[in-house]
């Protein structure tokens, strides 16, 4: 598969959509390409996270450490419980929610929010 590299490189493939995961254990990828299938044992399941580690993760990039957060704790812990335990999206939040640390500000982002619903689909 890599056509230019040692024979000591590697490829990490990360995904969330299993039908991935079976075509790399096959060893046969889009157009017939051949690469070392990947074993079980080298697989690792990251699963989701908790709504409370994604609310740290937003919390992380919304706030400086000096911030306080008390008057938005509640609303926060709501649009982590809608961002499905995915790290990216709790972290992609927090950036936006950084910009404008109000309650109106973001009970407009938690009214305007799509769940992501990813939580237990795996």
Do not use: Y
């Not at 992609?92 to 309650?103: D, H, L, W």
Request: charged letters at 25%; glycine letters at 8%.
């Amino acid at each position: 598969m890599l056509q230019h590299g040692s024979s000591s490189s590697r490829i990490i493939v990360t995904t969330r959509n299993q039908l991935v995961v079976e075509q790399m254990k096959t060893g046969i990828l889009a157009h017939q390409r051949v690469i070392l299938p990947v074993h079980e044992s080298d697989q690792i399941n990251l699963g989701c996270l908790p709504n409370n580690d994604c609310w740290e993760l937003i919390k992380i990039r919304a706030f400086r450490p000096d911030d306080d957060q008390t008057h938005l704790e509640q609303i926060g812990d709501e649009i982590a419980s809608k961002c499905g335990g995915i790290p990216l999206v709790a972290n992609a939040f927090g950036q936006v929610m950084s910009e404008n640390r109000s309650i109106k500000a973001w009970e407009d982002i938690k009214v305007k929010m799509v769940d992501v619903g990813f939580r237990g689909a795996h």
